[in-house]
C-alpha cells in the first residue's frame, strides 16, 4: 500500500499538497485535486464477484498538487508522515512498464501508464498530501490513485461532469482498478475507487457492481442519534499479499465450475444446491458472498425504511462470515468486533480487504465513549498496541480543490 501520508500541522491536505509543491519546485502548482479514503458498511469482497457493495467516504483525503511539463517524465513526491519530502525516481512517461516501478511510486505511476493509453501523455510534476490511515483497510492506495488520476486529467484541462466530452467517473474508476490490477499487482475489484470518486456527503453508495447502476442512499448517522465508529487496529494489511488473490482465484474457480458468469448469479435459494455441487474448500466462499450480497440488500431496505439502528445484526453476521466462511478476519479485528459490542455497539464488523486494517462499529452517540473505552481496555489487557478511532462521517467524494 501507500506510505507516509500525514496532515501534521492542522491544515488541510490541500493546503499541504500546494505548500509542499511550491518549496519542492520553487512555483504553485496549477492545480490540486483530492481524493477520500472510504468505510464500506457493508458488501465485502463482492465487488470482484459482480455483486452489491454500500461504501460511503472519509472525511480523510490524500491531495495532489500539480504541475505539467513540457517533457514527458513523470515525477512524484510525498510529504512523508515525518514531515520529509519522500521522492519516487523520475520516469519517463513512454517507458513505463508493468513491473518497471517499485515500492509507493508504483501506484501513481501506474496512473501515469494507464492515461498514457487513453492520450494523455503529457509529462507532470506532482506532490501528494494527505490525512488517510495508511495500511489501515480504508483504502489510501485508491485515493492516492484517483487524486493523481483527476490531477492528470486536470493538466490536460479535462474535468470530469464539466468538461464536454470527459471520461465519466466509472470510466476513471475502471482504469484505476486497471493501474492496480495490471501496473501494480494488487487484484483488487470495483469497489474502493468507485466510492472514492462517486459517494456524496451524508449518503451511503449502493453500487450493483455489474450493470454499474449507483444510488445515493441517505446516511446523516449523526440526526439519527447514531454514529459509525472506525477502529484502526494498527495491523497493516495489503491488497498485493497472496490470501485476498487466493481468494478471488477461488470465487472464479467457483463461478464456473456452477457454470454462472460469476457468484452474483447464485441467490439465496439456490445456495443450497451450489454447495452441494462444489468442492468442499469452495463452499465457505461462495456461502460468504452470496449472503453478504443479500445482507447489503436488507441493509439498502432498513436505510430506505428510515430503520438505521436497525442493521446492527447484519453488520454482526456479516463479521462473522468473513471470520468462519472467508477466514479474512485476525485477531485484532475479532477483539475489536467483539469488545466493541460488549461495550454497547448495536452491530459491528471488520471492514476492507482483511487481514488486518480496520473495524466499525454502530453506536449510539451517547455510548461513542463507553464503546471506544471497552475496546481500548481490550487491547491493553492482552498487549496490544492501543488502536485508533474515530468517527466514520459519510463525506464528499474526489474533486479539485484549487
Excluded at 438505521?308 to 466462511?325: F, K, N, T
Aim: with cysteine.
Amino acid at each position: 500500500m501507500t506510505e507516509g501520508f500525514a496532515s501534521s500541522n492542522g491544515s488541510t491536505p490541500a493546503a499541504e499538497a500546494a505548500a509542499t509543491f511550491t518549496a519542492v519546485h520553487g512555483s504553485a502548482p496549477a492545480g490540486v485535486w483530492s481524493a477520500p479514503g472510504r468505510v464500506n458498511l457493508i458488501g465485502e469482497h463482492t465487488d470482484y464477484n459482480d455483486g452489491f457493495v454500500l461504501p460511503f467516504a472519509l472525511p480523510h483525503r490524500i491531495a495532489a498538487a500539480a504541475a505539467p511539463r513540457d517533457d514527458q517524465l513523470f515525477t512524484v513526491a510525498t510529504l512523508g508522515s515525518d514531515g520529509r519530502v519522500q521522492r519516487a525516481a523520475p520516469v519517463a512517461i513512454p517507458d513505463l512498464r508493468p513491473g518497471g516501478v517499485e515500492g509507493w511510486g508504483a501506484y501513481p505511476a501506474g496512473i501515469a501508464w494507464v492515461l498514457r493509453d487513453q492520450g494523455y501523455d503529457r509529462g507532470a510534476d506532482v506532490v501528494l498530501a494527505g490525512d488517510v490511515p495508511t495500511g489501515a483497510g480504508l483504502s489510501s492506495s485508491h485515493a492516492l490513485e484517483c487524486a493523481v488520476a483527476l490531477a492528470l486529467l486536470g493538466l490536460a484541462g479535462v474535468e470530469p461532469g464539466r468538461t464536454p466530452g470527459a471520461p465519466e467517473l466509472p470510466d476513471i474508476a475502471r482504469w484505476v482498478q486497471r493501474a492496480e490490477n495490471d501496473f501494480v499487482g494488487a487484484p483488487t475489484g470495483l469497489l474502493d475507487q468507485t466510492a472514492s470518486l462517486r459517494c456524496t456527503e451524508s449518503h451511503v453508495l449502493f453500487l450493483d457492481v455489474r450493470s454499474g447502476e449507483a444510488e445515493q442512499i441517505p446516511f446523516d448517522a449523526s440526526s439519527a442519534g447514531l454514529e459509525v465508529l472506525v477502529i484502526d487496529t494498527r495491523t497493516k494489511h495489503s491488497h498485493a499479499d497472496g490470501g485476498y488473490g487466493e481468494r478471488r482465484r477461488g470465487t472464479e474457480r467457483a463461478a464456473g465450475l456452477l457454470g454462472v458468469p460469476a457468484l452474483r448469479d447464485v441467490d439465496l435459494a439456490g445456495l443450497p444446491a451450489a454447495l452441494d455441487a462444489l468442492p468442499a474448500e469452495l463452499g465457505p466462499l461462495v456461502r460468504h458472498v452470496v449472503t453478504e450480497n443479500q445482507r447489503v440488500l436488507d441493509v439498502v431496505e432498513l436505510l430506505r425504511a428510515g430503520r438505521m439502528a436497525d442493521i446492527g445484526s447484519a453488520l454482526d453476521a456479516s463479521h462473522v462470515s468473513m471470520r468462519d466462511d472467508y477466514r479474512i478476519s485476525s485477531p485484532e479485528l475479532d477483539l475489536a468486533v467483539d469488545s466493541a459490542k460488549e461495550g454497547g455497539a448495536l452491530g459491528a464488523r471488520m471492514t476492507g480487504g482483511g487481514f488486518g486494517g480496520s473495524a466499525i462499529a454502530l453506536v449510539r452517540s451517547a455510548d461513542v465513549d463507553q464503546v471506544s473505552k471497552a475496546v481500548f481496555a481490550a487491547f491493553d489487557r492482552v498487549g496490544l498496541r492501543a488502536p485508533r478511532t474515530f468517527l466514520g462521517v459519510p463525506s464528499a467524494g474526489a474533486g479539485r480543490d484549487s
